[in-house]
């Protein structure tokens, strides 16, 4: 990241460096490393960095300041300059007040629009220093001016405002000048809404809110049946969105220049509607997974569901799926098409029904590049999105985005914030997989990135995976690659309490650190592999072998507890960190699990096939099956601890749809401790020397 000196001729000069620096990086695919200006160091950080800042002598004390929302404000200017009021009061908490009514106030921060409200992202959208988006800014020891064309360059220029603002010794601005674009004309995350648990209102505010704040302007809202649609069956309580919920999201992101756009699925991944009797005849297999696009029923049901979607997303763009057709091969089979025909055809179909309404269609580019001879066939104007989670097989990404671009096919690239199968989001993966496949994108000529969060794992809790959206907003909008030893301090000083973002940063440093041990041992899959026994062969082996990462693991979440509740201690919400201490928490536990398989396994063996009664008391039985401080009953009791504080956690993020089957996960791994205890209490109980002890493998619990 481009750190700028303080004052305008070293700031423009070592801006002039970054930018050289970081094309040539960029030419090369390469990432541009920046020496940090000490003197930036004395300001507040900003996400995502401006394109050009400036630093002059002094500062704009805010004390006595008022907000003008411009000569003719409309309903934008005037929430920007609500909202940027909002900040200044908050910084002159205890020193001083907004003289919003005073007619001859000290000073004046004045927001000037100069073209139409323009206030989302539209098919077509470009970037430049002159966009819609683009704003410029000018702090002076006596005033301040925000001017952009749109109401959505306004906002933006308030939330680099906001994040401007310093409170020491004074509450006040630096004297500084900005102009500032996005990189990218289209920067949005999507959301699952539908493969796991369902989100609270609330929390899909606050994920928007921190798009906001980052400069994010679209919101894809992932839906399966999610959406309680008219002639839908009825489903689990809480498990459907209403229609005035939607729309109650919808406003939401509109006010804050967040596009909340339908990501549907209008082909694949229908299961949960075909499992219900009436609608399984229009799976091209009983009970399947996929549409068949052949009967008129099911072309029928898609049109009434296009209707009332497009009635509920007044957005100029939806996403129509159309991913992962695993069953495309074998239904085709069934007619006369081919499995390219097949797909394409329908894509056609759906596409049409919401071009005829002006919508710009997207859709998932996986079977596009699996079936690359259908490309010229694809719907007019279509966007495609090719989504790769890993750079390590492709750091290029050739075989995803090259068919596509080739062909000069818009398209928008999908990397994703891993967790969907972690105990705690691997930061470190999600954030090689936005630099590169953004970095791809860009040299392809990408219209803009669309981060996705995946629940392909009940257990996940996704208020962890906020960084992983910061870090895509910041991504996508700077032309500079994120400055990553710094994100976490960066992005603590943004969400936590000015006393508390030090330790916040810590512990979010630790815990991706953790969970990096811990995959030394386990694989990527930790909370997939975390509910295995740890004395299968091929586990007990790889923690055996790893003992100095299990340890590893452990210290960093530990010391990442410590940090959350340091902060907790320094004035951040304790809410706000549950999820966050859930997961070090059980990042600890699997380090224990593991570990203790490894030292139960050996001590068993220690005993030989005939120990002696005081042998097998002393060196197995207070060790291992002891009721007081034996290796079974602490993990029995650090599952049973941690059940309600993730139940808590669960229900301040979800609604209780499928709450149950996750819970039934932490019961079974509480029961298995405990048949384990009983058995092996049984056969201390009952054991003769003359026969000897059982088979270690006899004792344990079958799964």
Known sequence: MARPGQGQAAAGSSKRVARALVLCALALGGVASVAVSPALAQHSPILPAPRELHYGEGSLPLAGVRVDAGPNPDADDLFSAATLSGCLASALTGRGHLAANDPSPRAVIRLERTGASAPLAMPGDTV?????????????????????????????????????????PLAALPVATVHDWPAMAFRGTMVDMSEGQRLLVPEIKQQ????????????????????????????????????????????YGRQRHVDVIPCLELYGHLHDLFRREEYSDLADFPHGVELDPGKPSARQLIANWAEQYMSLFPSAFVHVGFDETWQLRQAAANGSASP??????????????????????M????????????????????????????????????????????????????PGVSGWSEIAPDYNLTFDNIDTLLAAGRRAGALGMMNTIWSDDLQMLKRPALPGIAYGAVAAWQSVPVDRAHF??????????????????????????SETALQRVLGQDTMLVLWQ??????????????????????LLAEGAEDDLLRAQQQGMDAHALDS??????????????????VEIEAAWRALGPRPSPGQLENDFDNLVVSQQHGKLADLMEAITELKPQYQQAWL??????????????????YEYWRVLQAKMQNMLDSYDPARGLPSFNSLLPVQ
Not at 140 to 153: E, H, I, P, V
Not at 241 to 246: G, M, N, Q, R, T
């Open 208 to 251: 928007i809110d921190l798009m906001a704040r980052l400069k994010m302007n679209q919101y894809y809202f992932y839906n399966e049946t999610t959406i309680a649609l008219d002639g839908l069956p009825p489903a689990a309580p809480g498990a459907r969105i209403s229609k005035d919920e939607v729309r109650e999201i919808v406003s």
């Open 580 to 597: 966050y201490l859930v997961e070090c928490r059980l990042l600890d536990y699997a380090g224990l699990k593991f570990q203790y398989g």
């Open 652 to 669: 301040q993020q979800y609604t209780t749809f499928r709450l149950a089957v996750a819970l039934g996960r932490w019961d079974a791994e």
């Open 488 to 513: 976490f301090a960066e992005y603590a000083a943004l969400d936590a309490p000015q006393a508390a973002a030090a330790s916040f940063a810590a512990a979010l440093d630790k815990m991706a650190a």
């Open 533 to 554: 026994s740890p004395f299968a062969e091929k586990l007990l082996a790889q923690a055996a072998a790893h003992a100095a990462d299990l340890r590893q693991s452990r």
């Open 340 to 361: 390219a025909d097949y797909f394409v055809e329908q894509l056609n179909h759906v596409g049409g029904l919401f071009r005829q309404h002006g919508k710009t269609v």
């Open 128 to 168: 430049g220093p002159d966009s819609r988006e683009a704003y410029t800014l000018a702090i002076t020891r006596t005033g301040a001016t925000l001017q952009a064309k749109s109401s959505a360059g306004i906002y933006y220029g308030v939330q680099t405002l906001c994040q401007m603002i310093e409170t020491r």
């Open 363 to 414: 859709a998932w580019a996986d079977i596009m590049v699996k079936y690359p001879q259908i490309i010229p066939r694809l719907p007019e104007g279509i966007i495609a999105v090719p989504w790769f989670y890993d750079p390590r097989p492709d750091p290029t990404y050739a075989r995803w985005i090259s068919p596509i671009a080739s062909a000069h096919v818009p398209f928008m690239v999908a």
